[in-house]
């Protein structure tokens, strides 16, 4: 009898470990679950990094651990699997996760939109993206470097056919051009400032700025997941915000901090900012009001589509949850 009352206390007690490592977030030995946070070293996501070195996420009393990946692919696998419930992606990403794969997300933080933080570039050899035509141009499949490239043929009236498409990561892609073995990259920062360093020759083609509103970045998470942490986004969202305040009272600190978590150097985030717009809290919720994030969205879906056959309906209004 002692024998059974231990296997049943043994077998309860390991069924309480595992229904603490489901969707909802893993065990943080306390009451309070963390949550992981995926994100890859775009500066666009650098607020998550003063966020957690500041003790922004403790503030609100919320556990969320940051968790790195170098290639989106990887990131992608790891949100459908559960393995992270938070996940920093291109606007893009959002829209394939849910017509590719059938994913019920939420969007809850509308991060930023990159002008000139995302871009063609090559050697001072070629002046223009016509000018390409034929050569090496390598980038990665299913990133916004891909969304950027495809918009950019379009624009010009040619085809990938017209290249030779060298596919690689977002890193590989700007070290390929400063090693010559490609006469193209399409990648975005902290890489494009890593290769202008090493090459005062190179320079873009095209960019984000040739095509306002096509890159642009969200925190999402699952729907289920949403709905067993309702307070979740409200707080995140004050983190954000206060991070994005942090970073303007505070620069050189707050740059210390982005340089540290993406990987690149201090001097050379100025530049790479400007490339860059961040959203506060409000103006996500002026860009909602005035129908003009949706509008932005439906134009990315539309350049998909035409791309690619979704497999399952796409309700973009139904993945916006900015409030």
């Given amino acids: 009898m002692k024998k059974l009352i231990g296997f049943i206390a043994v077998l309860s007690l390991v069924l309480t470990m595992l229904a603490g490592c489901n969707s909802k977030g893993t065990s943080s030995g306390g009451d309070t ?19 957690e070195e500041t003790g922004l996420f403790k503030k609100y009393k919320i556990n969320v651990k940051l968790v790195s990946f170098k290639q989106d692919a990887d990131l992608n696998a790891a949100f459908a699997s559960d393995d992270i419930q938070l996940a920093n992606i291109a606007s893009h990403t959002a829209l394939r996760m849910v017509g590719q794969n059938g994913l019920d997300i939420k969007s809850i933080v509308f991060l930023d939109e990159s002008t000139k933080a995302d871009a063609m570039i090559t050697s001072g050899k070629y002046q223009s993206f016509a000018d390409l035509k034929g050569k090496k141009v390598a980038y990665e499949e299913g990133t916004t470097s891909d969304l950027l490239f495809k918009q950019a043929l379009k624009d010009n009236n040619l085809t990938s056919k017209d290249f030779q498409v060298v596919l690689s990561s977002a890193a590989d892609a700007g070290i ?3 090693s010559n073995k490609v006469d193209a990259a399409v990648t975005y920062e902290p890489y494009i400032s890593e290769i202008k360093n090493k090459n005062k020759d190179v320079h873009a083609v095209y960019s984000g700025s040739d095509a306002p509103g096509l890159i642009s970045d969200m925190t999402v998470a699952k729907s289920s997941f949403l709905k067993e942490n309702p307070k979740l986004q409200d707080k995140l969202e004050k983190v954000w915000q206060e991070a994005l305040d942090y970073w303007k009272k505070n620069p050189d600190k707050g740059n210390e901090i982005v340089a540290k978590g993406t990987g690149s150097a201090v001097e050379d985030l100025p530049p790479i900012l400007e490339g860059i717009k961040f959203f506060s809290i409000d103006e996500q919720q002026q860009l909602m009001d005035s129908g003009d994030l949706t509008k932005n969205i439906e134009k990315i879906k539309g350049i998909l589509s035409s791309q690619e056959k979704f497999k399952h309906d796409v309700n973009v209004q139904n993945i916006l949850a900015i409030k």
């Fill in 33 to 51: 679950p963390t949550y992981k946070m995926g994100l890859l070293p775009w500066t666009g996501y650098a607020p998550w990094y003063i966020a």
């Fill in 176 to 178: 390929a051009l400063a």
